[in-house]
């Protein structure tokens, strides 16, 4: 794994590939946690069917700075993985110590989104792994009705060796009785990379989306 992915840096050696350090991942763990307990209010997310000696994409919507912390700790304390997320360019960049925690990059408007696409998948080879990845390509509005799921998507999964479980969360804020925001996380199993249907499963989330909004009307707090 590690010499094809050295190789993919020869190749390609634009993108910045993550230098995932097992040492301060562990070291940042209990500061996380200690950060998500002083920020809000309750963390609270629902179960989902985690399938051993599968890799894990986990896709998300994306609506606040906070959304790559919130992948992380569910990596952490409940998807057991190693933790791995595509971040845009130029955010890395300002903060490569994220680098060093799983990051990696993609430049949507460059020829070497590829690349990065390329690299994802190969990082799915392995089933030590997850990768997080904001499939909306930007920030939109937790209240939005609709999850754009952009094409990349499709052509990472196809390009995966090996066995790769597809999980996706809806992530939704609220305050109710109290100053600090709780968060509330919705799982949905999209099944595996031997099985994926790019139209099908963009209707599945979205079907998801809109049934976890209706139940976050009467979410309990």
């Given at each position: 794994m ?13 993108m910045?590939?993550q230098?995932r ?8 763990a209990p ?10 209010h ?17 896709l ?12 992380g700790?569910l990596t ?10 595509m971040m ?39 089933p030590k ?63 595996t990379?031997?099985?994926?249907d ?12 809109k049934k976890?909004?209706?139940e ?6």
């Amino acid at each position: 794994m590690e010499r094809g992915l050295s190789s993919l840096f020869i190749r390609f050696v634009w993108m910045i590939p993550q230098r995932r350090s097992t040492f301060i991942t562990k070291l940042f763990a209990p500061y996380l946690a200690y950060k998500l307990r002083k920020a809000f209010h309750v963390f609270k997310h629902d179960g989902v069917d985690i399938m051993s000696g599968h890799s894990i994409l986990l896709l998300c919507n994306h609506f606040s700075w906070w959304d790559g912390f919130w992948a992380g700790q569910l990596t952490h304390t409940y998807l057991h993985r190693d933790f791995h997320i595509m971040m845009q360019e130029d955010h890395i960049k300002k903060r490569m110590f994220f680098n060093r925690l799983g990051g990696f990059s993609i430049n949507r408007k460059s020829k070497e989104v590829i690349t990065s696409l390329q690299y994802a998948a190969t990082l799915l080879g392995d089933p030590k792994n997850l990768v997080t990845i904001f499939p909306q390509g930007e920030l939109v509005s937790n209240h939005t009705e609709e999850i754009n799921i952009e094409r990349g998507i499709d052509y990472i999964v196809k390009k995966i060796k090996g066995d790769c479980q597809v999980i996706y969360y809806s992530a939704f804020i609220e305050y109710f009785e109290s100053l600090k925001p709780s968060v509330y996380i919705h799982f949905l199993n999209c099944g595996t990379n031997h099985d994926f249907d790019y139209e099908k499963v963009k209707v599945l989330i979205n079907d998801h989306h809109k049934k976890a909004l209706k139940e976050q009307v009467n979410v309990k707090h």
